[in-house]
Nanobody
Framework: QLRFVESGGGLVQPGGSLRLSCAAS????????IGWFRQAPGKEREGVSC????????WYADSVKARFTISRANAGDTVYLQMNSLNPEDTAVYYC??????????????????WGQGTQVTVSS
């Protein structure tokens, strides 16, 4: 089963930026729709953004629109999430998985085994 590995998280001050990366665990020639999700302490996991493989169309949760940008590397094997104007409400563990875009952007659709370790994003002064 193809899995994805998240990286790029860290501690950033409010108003700062981070770029998260999502890379396939093994080389693949296939392009997949990839979704970013996040889970804050004490909250349910929620969909953040996704990108489709065919036309590159994207979707964003209302809470991150105009601040986050999802993109795919030219080779297609890495998906990025550029996060700007971060605020403390963005603090969460961020995950990326293969997910229909946007129809698959509901975390409850997925079995617990699909989630990787994620990458921690902490926004704090």
């Amino acid at each position: 089963q193809l899995r994805f590995v998240e990286s790029g998280g860290g501690l950033v001050q409010p108003g700062g930026s981070l770029r998260l990366s999502c890379a396939a665990s093994e080389w693949t020639s296939d392009f997949y729709a990839i979704g970013w999700f996040r889970q804050a302490p004490g909250k349910e996991r929620e969909g953040v953004s996704c990108i489709s493989p065919s036309d590159g169309s994207t979707w964003y949760a209302d809470s991150v629109k105009a601040r986050f940008t999802i993109s795919r590397a030219n080779a297609g094997d890495t998906v990025y999430l550029q996060m700007n104007s971060l605020n403390p409400e963005d603090t969460a563990v961020y995950y990326c998985i293969r997910a229909g875009c946007p129809e698959g952007m509901t975390a409850s659709l997925f079995d617990s085994t699909v989630w990787g370790q994620g990458t921690q994003v902490t926004v704090s002064s």
